[in-house]
Structure formats: C-alpha cells, structure tokens
C-alpha cells in the first residue's frame, strides 16, 4: 500500500515503555479485590475470577524467557486511535519472552474467533502498522462474546492453533464479556487465559487503576483542533453560531475534554443535565440566554459544544424513551400495520398521559424521527437525532419569541456539525502511541505471569512514562450488577462524567467566562516531532484528575 | 488571550522568503499584457491600468529605504489559513523600509473603509498573529466595494490617514474590485495605490503569474488529514459508504486535491459532469456501479467525495435553476402570498416543460428546498442542497431497485459529512506560512516601486523558497467580460479544473484503481517542526502542474 510521508516518518518510531516493563520483572500481588457494588452476587458468578489480587510489575535482575507459546488478540467494538500499537507492543512482549511464540489475530472483531477466521500476525505485518491509526490490521466489529456456544466454538480454534491466551482489545461490555470468557475457561480448565485492554475514545472505562481508555487522548485532540479552526472562523467572520455535536452517548467525556482544551461559549454536559432534571426547554433556554447576553455586547456568535447522548440524558425524555420502547414492544404487530401518516398518532393515543405530553411538544422532526426509525431490536433510534440540528432550530424559535417581546435585540444564524469518525482511526499521539504499546506489551507480561481475568493496567500516566507504572486489575473488581433487556447482569460500571471531579469543576469555575467573553483557545492539529509542550501533552482531563 | 501549546511554540518561526526579498531590490519590467480575454471591452474600462507590464523583483546591492508612507491593509470574503502572516509580510516589508511606517487595518471587511472602521496594526500586535490562522486580527467581510460613493467615502479616511497605499486580500472578486479601486483612484488622481493579494481556499484564483491562491494548501491538508481518519475507520469498520462533500462551489479544485492526497474510491468532479452534460441521474447511477462492483468482491464500504458546487455544475439543473430565479423574480408579488404547501405546484405551473420535468425529477427534500428558502437577493439557495445526504439517499433508492432485480447483492449504509469551516482558519501550513509572507512582504515592495492595479505575484513555488519568483501581475490583465445581474462586466476569470490539466489526468489514470481496491492513503494532521519530507510539501495540484 503507498503511504504518506508522515506515515512513513512516524512508523519509525519507538514507542516509550515504563521503565518496569524494560527488563526482567516480576508480578507483585497486592490486596485482594472486591468489586465496586454488589459483591455477593458478582461473587457468585465468577467463582473462579473474584477477589484475585492487584498485581504490579518490579524490574528484577536477569532476563525473561518462556517455554514457546501462541497468544490471539481481539479488536471489539468502535475504532480507537492506538489500537495497531496494542498490537505490536503485544507482539514485541511476546517474542521477547521468545522469539518462537507467535501472535493469531482474529477477523473483524469476536466473530472471528467464533467463526475461526483468523491470521497469524507476523513481523513483517505488524511493522507495517506501528503507530498507525485504525484497526484495519485485523478490522474490528461488535459481535458480542456472550454465549456458552461461542465460547466453545471459539475455543476449538484456540485449541487448535494451540494459543496459550487471548488478548481482547475493548471497551466496557466487551471487557465484561472478556471477563466472563476467562471466567468459563477457567472454570473448564480450558487452559486459556484472557487478557482485557481498555479501550474507548468515549473516556468511559476507568477507576482508580484504570486512569484513562487508549483512544480518548487523540480522538479529543482531533477533535478540538477541528473545533479550535471552527472557532477561529467565528472570531474572523463574527456571523455565525456554531453548534457542534462530539462522539459519546453514555458519558460526556468527550465534550467535556474538548472543552477545556477550547473554551467554548457553551458546554452541555449530559451528567450535569441529569442531575439537574433539567428538560428539553430548560436546556434550550439555558443556551438562548447566553446568546441573548451575547447579543447585547454585540456578539452574535458562538460556539455551541453539545454531546452526542444529550437527548437521552434529560430525564423526562429518558422516561419517555423507555415507555416508547415498551409500548412499541407489546403492540409490534399492531403497530407495523398502522400507516406512517398515523402512527404518530397512534403514539400519542398509547402513550400515558404525561409522557404524551412530552412528546407532544417534541418538534416535528424528532417526534417523527422517533415514531417511525427503529433499530433491528425494534428499538427508537435516539442516536438518529440530530441533537445539534434541532438545539440549533429550537434556540432560533426562542429567540424569535423574544424578539417580539423586545427580550433580545441580536441576530442569530446557526451552522452545525458533528464530529465522530474523524478521530477513531487518527494516527495515536505520542501519548497514545507510548499509553497503547505499553498496555500491550504489559499484557504479554500478565500472560507470561500466568494470569487471567484481568485487565492490563498502565498508571501515573499524568506523569512522564518513565515514571508510569505497569501491573493487572482483576476485571472483576470493576463490575456491579444492572439490568440489561430485564435481567440483572454483571458489567463493568460505566465511569460518567463526575460532578464533584476535578475537570468538571474546572469547568464550571470558569464556563461563565467562556460565554461571556471570546476566551477559545486553537489547539491546531497533533504534532509528533516538536517541542515536548507541544507534542507530549496528556489530556485536561487526566491533568486535572492527577492534580 | 491565553495560547495553546501550539500557538506559542509556533510564534516562533520565522517564515522564508525568496531571495530577491532579502534584500534591497529592483522591478524589472517584463512585457507590456492584454486581458485574458475582451481585450477591447477590458481596456476601455481601465484606461489608466490597463496593458502595464510584468514586474520581477531582483536583488541589487545597496539598502532599500523610502520616504514614510502609511499603509492601510483590507481582508475581504471568507477566511482562509496564512491571512495574518500577509499581515504580517506587508508590516515587515513597510518597517523595513521605513521604521517610521505605518500600517492601519480596516476591519471586518471593505465596509471598515467605508465605515471609517481602522486601528492601528501596531509591531506588538501583529506579533500576536504571527504564524496563525484565522482574519480576526481585524476581521473579515462580504461588503463589495463596487460603488464610486463607497469609493469617494473610502478615500476620506485615506486622506484622513494620509494611506499611500491600500492592500487588499480577497479572492477573484475582491480582487476584481481592487482593480476597480486601483483604475478609479488613478483616474482622479487620489495618489492612492491599490495591490491585490490572492486568496482563497477555493484555489480558484490562479493563472500563469499566480499558481496558487493562499489557504489552498493549509485547507486542503486539513480536509485530506480527516478524509484519511474517516477512511481508516471505513476501513477498519467495513461497514459504511462514507459520502463526504468539501467546500468549493464554483470549482472542484479541493475536491480533486483531497482526491489526490487521499485515494477516495469515488470522485466527482463538477466540471467532468458539466462538460459531459450529465444529469443527476447519471451521477448516481456512476456511483452505484461503483458501489455494486465492489460488492461483488465483498466490499460493502467506500468513501466517496463531492464538491460543495456540484448540483450547480449539472447543466439540466443549472438551466433549471436560472429559469427559477427569473421566473420568481418576475412573479415574486405573487409568489409571496402563494401558501408553503401550494409553492411546488406553483413552482411546476410557471416554469416550462422541460425544466418542470427536472423539478419534478427531483427528491422532494430538494425541489422543496428550492422552491421554499430564498437568499436576501431572492435566488433560490443552491447552497443550502445537502448534496451528501441527496447523492447517498438517491443512490440508495436506486441500488434497492437493482436488489430487486437481482443486479445488487450487498448492503448499502451511508454516513455523511461536510468540511469547510474545519479547513478556512487553520494555521498556515509551512508552505502557506511562507507564501502568504511572502505575498505581504512582495506587496510592500510593489507600494514602494509606485504600482497600483497590481496584484502581488509569488511564482515557481513548486520549488524550495530560495528559488520562489517574487514580482507583480496588472490584475487587468486576468479579466475578462461575463455577464453579471444581467449586465456585462470586467471580472477576473474563475479558474475551474482543466479537464485536460496534469492533476485532472493524473487523477482520471487512477480512478479506476481507486474504485475498484481500496488504495487509500492516510496523511495525517499538519506538522510544523518535523523532516522536510513531512512539513513543507506543496500540494499535489501544484507539484503536478509543474511537472
């Protein structure tokens, strides 16, 4: 394949290690684990997998070797910038324990363990993708790993191609399904170990050992350059609002992140809209306001910072979510009968009073939107919405209102955009390059130890990688029981944006600033090969949690 | 304000310039010119700047000193990267000349001269701006200085601020206007000067003298670095056909460029569709087969790329839409009191068969679109088409035609995306950082030398800076006569892609290949401090032109 000359630049270099990982090591284990809530229980279902220790990696004297042994890795889920580095560190750590081991990848996700499809990933291959962004080494996809039938399909390759353990590349749920896997062949003495690596530009897979996912720290670099260029725009035309919507439905990470890196005029975070109770209209005149205020020192623009998940954050709309799918659920046959034209109405009718009431003054759009789009589960396709478009829409017909009430005096045209895949799959910063190719070579060394269950842990990482410190985290010790599709499950907590954490109070310190005045900073674009302070920043976020 | 790592380390640099600019230098004059085309028509409008010849700077010994003269600097029209480094060239060049100098910056747009809205660009803060992107150091706008009371107006502040010398910076009809400006103020004897500078991101402002506009190149690698990203993740994923439209509504030249950077597996050129009087239905059908042929050797996913102007470009539509703006100006009375839902109707009464046909052939979302939003001038808002969106939905409806006759086998889902503002402020690559310099510095140096109607010229840029050619170009002598509003006037030609240009030729021997495998290629973000190879390539349109 022809390649760009950064491209060609950047694959020469060697990703940093933490200073534990360089030689020989040996596993210390800490305290016995719990998980975050409903012990018992967890405890219950991974009988075999609870309660094992922390471990953390001390450099000893000597050198590390082991018997010949295969190890597959997994690429599940969403792309992440940093993932190829996963993978060659995983592969250097294994051909230094010995340069006999090989390395299986599996095809385009889960699926291809199930369905055995499979390649080995060889020197040659991996140099070809070192610090690249994508997963197209080996494609990614979002089979879930769930059932007693896939584990022993997946086992029989396993088997068959003799591997010793298996690495999964993941985000929340399939770590959790990593954690069961490991749970089950541990339980059948299957002689497989699994390895999970956190993953996820959401930022919403950490903890106390878990600082950041891989991923975060370049997709939210990506993306507040673009959004840093857009404000610059704003600043030299002075015309528009700019509503820009950011990859996260679960968390507002993301938003919140690029943020601090730009200083928007305003800034939804969905964690905030939660606990606040705050519905469509509160948000909607929350940003109306600022515009207004705006307007009276004659500036009518802005940027506008909005996460993806928003909509399902408010609660009223959350609620009537929910009763939507319910209902849609139980009247499915009748409900596909009835003509497009009626089933809004035919919503309505079967709707309870006060969830009808709220999608009552939904715009048209979206309440069309939610009546007609449904997903293969038969489920409203909220994600559809397009929240900045209709923030956009609903701010302007506020303000119109105002005007003829002589509340608001300014001008007010809109442009939106939404940012998502133009981060995934960017080339990894150094911060990525060094966080990735640590987190798997670490997994090679929690294989070497004879783990399972746990997840490869890289800390300190606010601080400079000599200083990071290498170890594994039982992926138990994350998990509390929710229901999913009725029935109470095990999973990994989503970690959400918390309201009494550092970076959002930071935030909050200064947001009415940030609308008042034009206060955006231009991060520009990923630099690789400058000045320290410009190319080996970590994000706001992990800075301001480390503080 | 406070300064992204970014923006401090690179307030640094200090832009190169073409040796005949270091030091104390001469104008050769070359011939004398014609217009490009209505040489006749051209010289009678501009009888005082018409026919001037070809300038080149050259180095001579000695020092370059003149009397003190102010200097007043306009941005016209939209943004684009490098605006602030012409700034800062122009300041350099005029304190070289005289420390005593003064450059005054008229803001937001031509309507700061005829508003009387200037500051002074003083040394600390120009150096703000340094190496950024973005007009916001005096701002931006889309007033057209057209008129002899803007320019009688203009000139009072002039002469208020004793300015020798205005330098405007816009692109083809901003610096259509400054020849006007130039021929006006030469014709009473104001004893102001007048330089074009040529910018826009569009890259269609260049001909023999100007091989490029400035911002073409920053914007155009902005636009490639996420094309890529998004490319890498359709890659990784291999689920979706990524349909992505780019800026450029009357020439296809930064669609082609990214093309060339990138390797998209479809491309639509605007003035490939114009010159083969395609039709809409052409257009989708071309990008079907695509989209079947790589289904049948399972590849379900592609990235296709579209100029913003593409509907225009389509002459069926183009002739559609004139008739529209005729007949809605002619009957707008009327038409206004005509109810939203009755406008098609309307619309399909008054417009003759065959372009009632083509209306009628269109999506509703868009023959709705045209018939309903109106610009302030009354013209239907082509602009407004999401081209994307209708290309990706159209070519759906037609692949869901062939799966029922068994000529389609694969799946078909769409994402879309539109860049523009995300490329017009970023900061100036290395080559836009030094040309744009360059541009400034060469303006000063043409004010001194006494020209006026004389746009600064920067050529051989192909090359190494040493080797750049620095000089100045009559603007008369890019104009031609077209038709305005209904009248004929003298306006600097458009240069659209040349069907039978080298980066055209280039493109079309590879397409098929592009289509067919997936051969993208991954640029990645703008670096500043890296190996030449990476930061200071011209773009490819310019490499091959050259070739």
């Known amino acids: 394949m022809e390649k760009s000359a950064l491209q060609i630049a950047r ?10 990982l360089r030689g020989a090591l040996n596993a210390v284990e800490g305290e016995p684990t719990q998980s975050v809530a409903d012990q018992e229980e967890v405890e219950k279902l991974f009988p075999n997998t609870y309660g094992m220790p922390y471990l953390r990696f001390e450099p000893v004297d000597g050198e590390m070797k082991t018997q010949q042994m295969n190890v597959g890795v997994i690429l599940s889920g969403g792309q992440a910038p940093g993932g190829h580095n996963v993978i060659s560190g995983l592969f250097d750590g294994i051909k230094k324990l010995n340069p006999a081991n090989k390395l299986y990848g599996f095809i385009l996700g889960p699926s291809g363990l199930v369905e055995h499809n499979y390649m080995e990933l060889t020197a040659e291959i991996v140099d070809e993708y070192r610090n690249t962004g994508g997963f197209d080494i080996i494609g990614s996809g979002r089979t879930k790993l769930e059932k007693k039938d896939q584990f022993d399909k997946g086992l029989e390759i396993l088997k068959a191609l003799d591997i010793k353990a298996l690495v999964i590349i993941g985000g929340d749920d399939s770590n959790t399904n990593a954690c069961v896997l490991a749970e089950y062949y541990k339980a059948i003495d299957a002689g497989v170990q699994v390895i999970g690596c956190p993953k996820t530009i959401d930022g919403d897979l950490k903890n106390s050992e878990i600082e950041t996912s891989f991923g975060f720290d370049t997709a939210t670099k990506v993306y507040s350059e673009v959004i840093g260029n857009i404000m610059r725009d704003c600043n030299s035309a002075k015309k528009y ?4 919507k950011l990859m996260g439905r679960s968390a507002s990470h993301v938003t919140l992140e690029c943020a601090l890196q730009t200083h928007p005029n305003i800034t939804l975070i969905g964690e905030e809209v939660e606990a606040k109770n705050q519905t469509l209209d509160d948000v909607v005149t929350y940003i109306a306001d600022a515009v207004a205020d705006r307007a009276t020192r004659g500036m009518n623009y802005g940027v506008v910072l909005v996460p993806e998940g928003l909509i399902e954050f408010i609660p009223a709309i959350k ?3 929910a009763e939507l799918n319910d209902m849609l659920a139980a009247n499915q046959a009748d409900f596909d009968l009835v003509a497009d034209d009626n089933k809004i109405s035919y919503v309505l009718k079967h709707l309870s009073d006060e969830n009808a009431a709220i999608f009552k ?4 759009s979206v309440s069309r939107q939610l009546a007609l789009e449904r997903d293969p589960h038969g489920n409203v396709q909220v994600s559809l919405i397009e929240t900045e478009q209709l923030l956009a829409e609903m701010v302007g017909k506020k303000l119109a209102e105002w005007k003829k ?8 045209s809109t442009q939106h955009h939404f940012f998502g895949y133009e981060g995934r799959c960017a080339a990894p910063s150094n911060f990525d390059a060094d966080y990735c190719y640590s987190l798997g070579f670490n997994a090679s060394m929690l294989i070497a130890a004879g783990k399972t269950g746990y997840m490869s842990s890289v800390k300190n990482t606010s601080k400079p990688v000599d200083e990071w410190i290498a170890g594994g985290i039982p992926i138990t ?11 109470m499950k095990p999973v990994i907590r989503k970690a959400l944006v918390e309201l009494d954490g550092n970076p959002y109070k930071y935030f909050v310190c200064h947001r009415t600033k940030w609308a008042r005045e034009t206060d955006f900073i231009y991060p520009g674009p990923i630099q690789y090969f400058g000045p320290a302070e410009v190319c080996d920043q970590p994000t706001k976020t992990l800075t301001l949690e480390h503080e």
Not at 11 to 20: G, W
Not at 361 to 364: G, K, V, Y
Not at 405 to 412: A, P, S, Y
Not at 477 to 486: D, L, S
């Open 11 to 20: 694959a020469a270099y060697q990703p940093k290690l933490p200073l534990a």
């Open 241 to 244: 609002w700019h509503f820009v």
């Open 319 to 321: 609620k009537l979510i």
């Open 361 to 364: 003054s939904l715009p048209l």
């Open 405 to 412: 009430e002589g509340l608001f005096n300014g001008k007010f």
């Open 477 to 487: 010790m994350m998990m509390n029981m929710e229901k999913r599709n009725g029935e």
